[in-house]
């Protein structure tokens, strides 16, 4: 096996758990790490939320260390970016023209925030939030008192918002589709978070269009569809992410809504596997419709998987729940697998541990769960009937709601 | 540092069976665990990833999940199994007596 070079282009959560993954299953060989950023391995989930509050100048949370880096003996290239791949030849080629090597190549390249297209003499100076040098930019911004727009009202815009509040700024959120979260989230707790917002002072303007976004010496104005303005010193978009698939649709891979995987995380090259937000995948438990998926724990996940099946001595094919989470303000929000396709929704109600919703399929099986709470108690239920869906259980819709009918019991029945 | 002593944490029956509570002791916190098998288990109180209350986490036989991001460790022995955390959780030796739970600190 040590002739082998396990090469990772993408630095971010998928690559660096997918580095670590590989030395874990006793591969010994080279294994090269390419990140375009200058920093070490870190995590993302920090940047909407803490680091954006944070009083004291924020670090990274970094995913590996340097000692980690040496202790493995992982290479990391950091703040050169990969380039071109050449397949013929296996090698990877950066910016600053160094050729890497690659006996198997991992494609971890994540996605970017896409940008609002919209007419005004200020639509190129909105703030979008992806990387640890974003997050500096906007939180030197949030100042106290600093008035804040914040256009999307998905997890970035929401966790943004939150975080903007809390550093006392005057927040307006614009979500231009009929209502928050719309992506992924049910109404039921779609209102929820609204309500908790608007409770912390933030103001929404929802299901209007943006006209244009222009400067002048007050500040920014947004002028909206309805004809009204929203005068702000900074602007933070989130509203959604594009995979990042420019090396493979140069290299002639098969591109689908990301970088087309197959249910072993392999591209359409055998020597090129792909993880994380950039690739698309068959998913088995969702009758194998392709999915992509922006999440930190398929990511890290994914990352993983593939390591393993790039070594080929037991792959496996990755079939692991969604899973996403948000936390804003004193409340987390889960959302396990996936509710398109379900036609009954059970609530159950915790009481101060907040909101559990079952979405049911026709024929009574779990497809998805969804819940906001405090984080605590919540958190327990939550993982329990995360639990059921991935047994893909199909639990009576009576004891679902019943706050007295211990998961743990339910969750038994289906072992 | 004094000697290790023994604190008196809890009843027994105040955690139930493959649960988990949480026991502040000065300005310090430890979950007091008991297994599926009954027997008590005493650690750190905060995950090792983030500063997260395992208390607030899942019991599965013996092993503890931070409810934060999933992390898993071994009640019996603090051993990390599941990333993302990789440091190990300081475990405390716990002994019953009179349906009390005390832990060596």
């Known amino acids: 096996m040590t002739d082998n070079e396990m090469v990772i282009v993408g630095a971010g959560e998928a690559g660096a758990r997918a580095a670590a993954e590989l030395r874990a299953q006793g591969f010994d060989g080279p294994i090269t790490l390419i990140g375009d950023e200058p920093h070490l391995p870190y995590e993302r989930p920090p940047l909407s939320k803490g680091q954006l509050c944070d009083v004291e100048e924020p670090a990274p949370a970094f995913i590996l260390t340097k000692e980690k880096l040496d202790d493995l003996q992982i290479q990391l290239l950091s703040g050169d970016a990969a380039s071109r791949i050449d397949r013929s030849r296996h090698i990877v080629q950066l910016a600053s023209g160094r050729e890497v090597p690659y006996t198997k190549l991992l494609l971890a390249t994540g996605a970017n925030p896409r940008r609002l297209t919209v007419q005004g003499n200020a639509a190129g100076e909105l703030h979008y939030l992806r990387k640890f040098g974003d997050a500096l930019a906007i939180r030197d911004r949030m100042k106290p008192g600093a008035r804040v727009a914040v256009i ?264 | 540092m004094t000697n290790p002593q023994w604190i008196e944490a809890c009843e027994v029956d105040d955690v139930e069976e493959e649960d988990v509570i949480r026991f502040d002791h000065e300005d310090r916190t430890f979950a007091i665990y008991r297994t599926d098998k009954g027997e008590f288990f005493a650690s750190d109180g905060y995950c090792t990833h983030e500063k997260f209350h395992l208390s607030n986490g899942l019991v599965m036989g013996s092993t503890i999940e931070c409810p934060k991001h999933n992390g898993r460790f071994d009640i019996k022995t603090g051993a990390a199994k599941r990333t993302p955390v990789c440091v190990d959780l300081r475990t405390y030796p716990v002994k019953i007596e009179n349906d009390k739970v005390f832990i060596q600190i």
């Open chain 1, 152 to 415: 999307g009202g998905g997890f970035i815009g929401l966790e943004t918002a939150a975080s903007a509040t809390a550093r006392e700024c005057d927040v307006t959120l614009i979500e231009v589709g009929p209502r928050i979260l719309m992506r992924g989230v049910p109404p039921q707790i779609a209102e929820m978070v609204e309500a908790r917002h608007r409770q912390a002072g933030v103001r929404f303007a929802i299901g209007v269009m943006i006209e244009r976004i222009d400067r002048d010496q007050d500040g920014y104005w947004v002028k909206l569809a309805d004809g009204s303005f929203i005068g702000c010193d900074l602007i933070i978009a989130g509203i959604g992410a594009v995979p990042e698939t420019t090396l493979a649709q140069d290299c002639g891979l098969a591109i689908e809504n990301g970088i087309q995987v197959n249910e072993y995380l392999m591209t359409s090259d055998p020597d090129i596997y792909a993880a994380g937000d950039c690739c698309s995948f068959p998913h088995p438990m969702f009758d194998n419709r392709r999915i992509r998926l922006e999440a930190w724990r398929n990511a890290q996940d994914q990352g993983t998987q593939a390591a393993v099946n790039m070594l080929g001595v037991e792959p496996a094919p990755y079939a692991a729940l969604p899973w996403f989470w948000s936390d804003q303000y004193d409340q987390t929000l889960q959302v396990a697998g996936l509710a398109d396709g379900a036609s009954t929704t059970i609530e159950r109600d915790l009481n101060e541990a907040g909101k559990l919703f079952f979405h049911l399929a026709e024929d009574g099986r779990l497809l998805s769960v969804s819940g906001m709470g405090p984080a605590g108690a919540f958190s327990k239920e939550m993982r329990l009937a995360e639990m059921l869906a991935e047994k893909q259980a199909r639990p009576d819709a009576a004891l679902l709601a019943d706050p007295s009918v211990k998961l743990k019991t339910l969750l038994r029945e289906f072992d």
